[in-house]
């Protein structure tokens, strides 16, 4: 019995039909976006700088969409959870990642991850950065930055720095700076930026990096001693700490704590185009610029294309940073 054929024109109408019957609902989506409540999937616990930034624009981004937004924590695995589960989510808007920078590019070179933050998200917009203090305490016998390094040189298995945890952008940044110093030092990881703070002012590990309202109070009664800040411009609160670039250090500038929005793949670009523009927008509010500043954080607001160039540069930058410092991915 002869089979029946397909001709070549066949195969291509019924992979036209094929494709245009997936992108219907997609399509569909696009158009009625929003429909439903938008929930923004935070990887940490209330009360850190992830959490409370995002918390700052879901009045503003909701009055712009015209539907609820809110905060939805999930916290664990230094925020892997939150990251797969917006990863398996819809691609329709409803459910998007609230993320911090380790996140997205550092903890695939440390962590052996359920999914690739990368190609698995969508990214739509940085919504913030923020500058982080170079410090050491106050014990230590070095004044500024060069004699710190000239002291390290001279005992290097007694100059210890301290991170919040083993494998984050916090270990990793610290691992930079050593490398970019020419200097040995040992890291001590703690579970968290909590039991770090008093080994340092005790002086039980001599260096560290932090966000400016963490160790502001910390720089003004004497406990700790600045070395420089990881930004462009000097902290208009703490004027006579030099930037990065001004103590010689200009590539540290890669060392800042930024967020990020992002949508699982495959969301249409109508619905992350008009998610952008309402980010974009509750930025420039007052209110949103208030609260940035409370928090020490400058407003961003990027296209999607600026966002996720930053992101591979700065993903490659921290994979060479755990491949010198020999950092191994562990589950």
């Known amino acids: 019995m002869k089979q029946p054929t397909i001709s070549r024109r066949g195969l291509i109408k019924a992979g036209t039909v094929a494709a245009a019957s997936v992108a219907l609902p997609l399509a569909g989506w696009a158009q009625a976006y929003p429909g439903k409540t938008i929930r923004l999937i935070v990887g940490f616990a209330p009360g850190g700088l992830t959490d409370a930034l995002p918390r700052l624009l879901t009045n503003p981004l909701a009055e712009r969409l015209g539907q609820p937004v809110i905060i939805e924590n999930k916290a664990g695995a230094a925020g892997n959870i939150a990251t797969a589960y917006v990863a398996g989510a819809p691609p329709d808007g409803h459910t998007l990642l609230a993320s911090g920078v380790g996140q997205i590019v550092v903890l695939p070179h440390t962590s052996n991850l359920a999914v690739n933050p990368l190609t698995d998200l969508v990214h739509i917009s940085m919504m913030g950065e923020g500058d982080q203090i170079l410090n050491i305490s106050s014990e230590v016998p070095a004044k500024n930055l060069a004699e710190f390094i000239a002291l390290a040189k001279q005992k290097p298995a007694a100059m210890f720095y301290g991170d919040a945890g083993a494998g984050g952008n916090q270990h990793l940044y610290l691992e930079y700076f050593r490398i970019l110093a020419g200097i040995e030092l040992q890291g001590v990881h703690y579970r968290g930026g909590g039991p770090l703070m008093p080994d340092l002012l005790a002086n039980r590990v001599q260096i560290s990096l932090n966000a400016p309202p963490v160790v502001e109070p910390y720089i003004a009664q004497g406990k700790l001693r600045p070395l420089l800040i990881v930004g462009k411009k000097r902290n208009p609160k703490m004027p006579d700490i030099p930037t990065a670039a001004e103590a010689g250090f200009a590539p ?41 500043a409370n928090l020490a954080v400058q407003g961003i607001g990027d296209t999607p294309q600026a966002f996720g160039a930053r992101i591979a540069r700065d993903h490659a930058l921290f994979g060479k940073v755990a491949k010198d410092a020999n950092i191994k991915a562990e589950a």
């Open 252 to 292: 540290l500038e890669a060392c800042s704590n930024w967020f990020g929005l992002h949508a699982p793949r495959g969301t249409p670009d109508a619905i992350v185009q008009k998610v952008n523009a309402a980010l974009v927008d509750s930025l420039k509010t007052d209110v949103v610029k208030a609260g940035l």
